[in-house]
């Protein structure tokens, strides 16, 4: 999903608060001075966040999709309640927001840092956890609290509850909801690097684990139609996105041999990682590590529909490095270009249809803190 623009005007936010001190709200205006892209949004909904006492509680906004999972996550949800209250509710006032549609977490992110949240977080798969990550953001920069004190910073956090929830593949958590209430709970934060995209228009987004071009960013854009049939979604997708699929001569110029653009002929998919896996559970970038500081290239080229049957193994447990016609390198940033010049070669980033070359990748350091 594209969201062009984050100033457009979402459905009526519905906002919960669960915990002490937090009343029932549904926002109807926004402060002024605030950017005007959240006009149904207003700090009233995060109220009980800035007026908690000096040694106050952790402040967190759980943003759940509840159309996850084909509408799993929202049943999940409804479930996890009483135990997450039990579990959270003595060291936590705890915030619930569901998302109306789509881009909505973005707004609700933003809101939530800038009302001094002490974490934000996703609840649902990938594509939730990759619209609360663009909420850190705004304009280029990171959104920032008005905040209680100059060094407070708002975490991000993650109940991995979606289909293919390829992000927490990378840190090994599966999708227990238990066991993600439990981290919460510790609260250890580590800060993790995020990648950036810049295209033709000055906007830019932001993604957390993998930014895909070409072949499987097409059966990505295809998946999204099917995932009421849960992880074969991929499957369908990426048949097809084989239908009618010819290799691509692309131009990419690396940082590592900055002002030099090189030819990379035939590309199936090249892939720039953050983390590990894609695909509802392809380990497609192995060497990516959030937190290195940098970004993991790997381009297929060549690759016929058969190579995918006699390679997809390795693709799933990431030893297809050694593959004739796969490279792999790391980078921290990256440009590319269809030479064609006839377009219609997609991009997508955390499973999001992002549109079509040419853009620009690079890797933000360190550029959010995660709760781990
Ligand atoms: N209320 C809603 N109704 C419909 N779609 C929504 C709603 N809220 C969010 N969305 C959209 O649903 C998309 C998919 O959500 P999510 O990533 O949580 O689940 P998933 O696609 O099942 O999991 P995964 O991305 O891990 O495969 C998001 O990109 C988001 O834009």
Not at 27 to 38: I, K, N, T
Not at 268 to 288: H, V
């Amino acid at each position: 999903m594209v969201c062009h623009s984050f100033q457009s005007s979402y459905h009526q936010n519905q906002i919960v608060a669960l915990g002490r001190g937090m009343a029932m709200a549904k926002p109807s205006l926004v402060r002024s001075e605030l950017p005007p892209m959240a006009p149904n949004l207003s700090p009233e909904s995060f109220k009980g966040l800035s007026s908690s006492p000096p040694s106050r509680q952790r402040d967190l906004v759980f943003v759940v999709n509840p159309r996850g999972a084909n509408g799993r996550t929202g049943k999940e949800w409804k479930q996890l309640l009483p135990y997450l209250r039990s579990r959270l509710d003595k060291e936590c006032n705890i915030c619930e927001s569901l998302t109306s549609g789509p881009c909505h977490a973005i707004d609700i992110t933003r809101e939530a840092i800038r009302e001094g949240a002490d974490a934000v977080i996703a609840v649902g798969g990938d594509g939730t956890l990759h619209e609360v990550v663009n909420g850190f953001f705004w304009a280029g920069k990171p959104v920032a609290s008005h905040a209680i004190e100059p060094t407070h910073s708002t975490a991000l956090g993650l109940i991995p509850l979606g289909t293919g929830s390829d992000f927490a593949r990378t840190f090994g958590w599966k999708n227990d909801p238990h066991e993600a209430i439990e981290r919460i709970s510790r609260g250890v934060r580590s800060r993790i690097d995020v990648g950036v995209i810049s295209g033709e228009s000055e906007e830019q987004h932001y993604f957390i684990n993998v930014a895909d071009i070409h072949l499987s960013a097409k059966a990505g854009f295809y998946a999204s139609r099917y995932k009421r049939f849960g992880n074969l979604c991929y499957v369908i997708g990426a048949l097809q996105a084989f239908m009618g699929h010819h290799n691509q001569d692309l131009r990419i110029k690396v940082s590592v041999n900055e002002g030099d653009w090189e030819k990379c002929p035939q590309v199936t998919a090249l892939c720039i990682g953050n983390a590990k896996y894609f695909g509802g559970g392809m380990k497609i970038t192995p060497n990516a590590e959030p937190r290195s500081g940098n970004l993991e290239l790997v381009i297929l080229q060549n690759f016929k529909w058969y190579d995918f049957i006699l390679k997809l193994h390795k693709l799933y447990n990431g030893t297809h490095l050694s593959v004739k016609n796969v490279s792999s390198r790391s980078v921290l940033s990256i440009e590319v270009e269809d030479i064609s010049g006839k377009g219609g070669v997609f991009i997508q980033s955390d499973g999001e249809h992002l549109g079509f070359l040419p853009r620009k990748i690079s890797v933000l350091p360190a550029a959010i803190e995660m709760i781990c």
